[in-house]
Nanobody, 121 residues
Framework: QVQLVESGGGLVQPGGSLRLSCAAS????????MAWYRQAPGKQRELVGT???????KYVDSVKGRFTISRDNTDRTMYLQMNSLKPEDTAVYYC???????????????WGQGTQVTVSS
């Protein structure tokens, strides 16, 4: 089995920073792309940014210059550094990964349980 566990959410004032983590565990052979999504109340889940197994992260326009995605392939962990947070960043943030489980030939989609980020004064 594979698990993705997010951590690091919380309440922060506008202009503040938070760092989210997503740790993958289980019988993992390889992790391909990873991504962060978010879902605000009453809205559909939206992509925040993606990071490939090798290469640079890409972001949606609304977070460019404020958010940074990184990953540590040795520790199987992805991070989301969020700076200059705005009230409109308030959402549940979800981790996604395309993971090939040991003994299989293809990757499958895995999601974390989500972590709440609230930006409010």
């Amino acid at each position: 089995q594979v698990q993705l566990v997010e951590s690091g959410g919380g309440l922060v004032q506008p202009g503040g920073s938070l760092r989210l983590s997503c740790a993958a565990s289980g019988t993992i052979s390889y992790i391909y792309s990873m991504a962060w999504y978010r879902q605000a109340p009453g809205k559909q889940r939206e992509l925040v940014g993606t990071v490939p197994d090798i290469g640079s992260a890409k972001y949606v326009d609304s977070v460019k210059g404020r958010f940074t995605i990184s990953r540590d392939n040795t520790d199987r962990t992805m991070y989301l550094q969020m700076n200059s947070l705005k009230p409109e960043d308030t959402a549940v943030y979800y981790c996604y990964a395309d993971i090939r489980v040991s003994g299989t030939r293809r990757g499958d989609d895995y999601w974390g349980q989500g972590t709440q980020v609230t930006v409010s004064s």
